[in-house]
């Protein structure tokens, strides 16, 4: 089904719950009642027609919102993108990492296990923290400043085309490394290798987190790769023609 | 993990086609399946494509018997099915390991079909058991260990290219791909004490 502006989010999100932590991300409170798309987004100040592409991909894994968010402004995306560095971060990670913390086993291999899971678990969480944070510190900053002179027609700033001398988002796109080794691996430890935990309740709840988070962020490389990259791209070798 | 079959159903009609291709996503065997509308360029495409299952339309072959022998003699190994239209049962299909009519149950096809799956040997590179041997242990543990595949050869008395191969075969046995997994997977069978892990 296609999402619409004239459709009601109450709605939607009854017909297909996963879109449940799109709508937080948006920063979109629950208690909305029966307004439409369009007069929410309006009312958290919400770009419609980008809101429109994320929840239609996400609704449908055969909707390709990729060209149109080509299209749009890439500030939009990369705002999203870093909403969602915050929902890795400060949300779902340690939310794992609590859960991984209350796995018990018998007194004898408590210990260990624990230990083992945990230090997996918070070297990835490191990965990850660190991988963001270079993205956030300099590779959204540098896009960024990319679109800005990009679209102003006047002079491009020397400091952007020095940086072009030597810069390339190429260079990034190369070295955009797979987060989600680890988690299959973690997944593999845990369904295959681990002994059972006494609370196999926590045991499946976690195992569900892996694989939410694991599709989170898979999406969200497939927007780096098919918007950010080739968007900036572009931008690049028009801005080097110009001057 | 088992390897995955390859298909290859050779039908007219698109709307048996998607039915024999519904069918086969039944198993979880099934890896490859490409279609053919014709017996033109068989045999060319069997060579092509090594399918390990042919499905065929009894109709097809009707006007060509021998091409059916030909391909039984020339592809030893690839399971033939026969689909028929109607109940045939007293035409001779001797030639094929099984036949399917569009008359019988989806839980006879499945079952069927399944059984001859079963017959088909693994290939040999997929037949790893998910064991590793002692050899394969003794490189996780040093991968364990923080060594590098340099250090791991000098330390085995193997080159550095025998332990890449060993590395492939792990990840491959174990699904386990990242040196931070290889680790957990070494404390919690004991190759190494979770103090020796960098």
């Known amino acids: 089904m296609l999402i619409t502006k004239n459709i009601k989010p109450a709605d939607v999100i009854l017909q297909n719950y996963h879109l449940i932590p799109i709508i937080s991300r948006f920063g979109i409170k629950f208690g909305f009642g029966d307004k439409n798309v369009e007069q929410i987004c309006k009312q958290y100040g919400i770009h419609t027609d980008f809101f429109l592409e994320i929840v239609n991909a996400f609704n449908d894994k055969d909707y390709n919102p990729y060209e149109k968010l080509r299209n749009m402004s890439l500030s939009l995306t990369v705002s999203y993108l870093l909403k969602s560095h915050y929902y890795y971060n400060k949300v779902k990670l340690p939310f794992i990492e609590n859960l991984i913390d209350s796995l018990e086993w018998e007194e004898e291999d408590n210990v260990k296990n624990k230990n083992v899971l945990k230090k997996f678990f918070s070297q990835y969480r490191k990965e990850v923290t660190e991988h963001t944070a270079n993205e956030e510190t300099e590779i959204y900053p540098y896009v960024l400043e990319l679109e800005q002179n990009y679209n102003n027609t006047g002079k491009t ?35 295959k290798y681990l002994q059972p935990a006494k609370n196999q309740d926590v045991t499946e709840q976690i195992l569900i987190e892996i694989f939410k988070l694991e599709k989170d962020l898979t999406d969200h490389t497939e927007l780096e790769n098919n918007v950010v990259i080739p968007v900036a791209e572009r931008m690049e070798t028009e801005l080097k023609n110009r001057n | 993990m088992a390897a995955k079959l390859s298909f290859l159903i050779v039908e007219k009609s698109y709307i048996i086609r998607s039915g024999l291709m519904q069918i086969i996503s039944n198993f979880y065997e099934t890896g490859v399946v490409n279609e053919l509308h014709n017996v033109e360029n068989l045999l060319k495409n069997i060579s092509g494509i090594k399918p390990d299952v042919l499905i065929i339309n009894a109709k097809l072959i009707d006007a060509v018997p021998e091409l059916i022998l030909d391909i039984r003699k020339k592809f030893k190994d ?58 394969e242990k003794e490189v996780v543990k040093q991968i364990a260990l923080g060594k590098t595949n340099k250090e791991i050869g000098e330390t085995l008395f193997i080159s550095p290219h025998t332990v890449i191969t060993h590395r492939k075969n792990i990840t491959k046995k174990l699904g386990i791909k990242t040196v931070s997994g290889l680790t957990v997977y070494a404390i919690l069978n004991n190759l190494i004490k979770i103090e020796e892990a960098v």
Not at chain 2, 109 to 129: A, H
């Open chain 1, 157 to 191: 700033a020397s400091s952007l085309l020095e940086k072009l001398k030597t810069k390339s988002i190429k260079d990034y796109a190369e070295t955009h490394d797979e987060l989600n080794s680890s988690l299959l691996d973690l997944k593999n430890i845990i369904i």
């Open chain 2, 78 to 135: 690839l399971k033939l099915i026969v689909f028929v239209g109607t109940r045939r049962e007293a035409d001779n299909f001797s030639v094929f390991d099984l036949k399917i009519s569009v008359d019988e149950p989806k839980s006879l096809i499945v079952e069927k079909i399944q059984s001859l799956i079963n017959e088909i040997k693994p290939k040999k590179d997929d037949n790893l058991s998910e064991n590793l041997s002692e050899r």
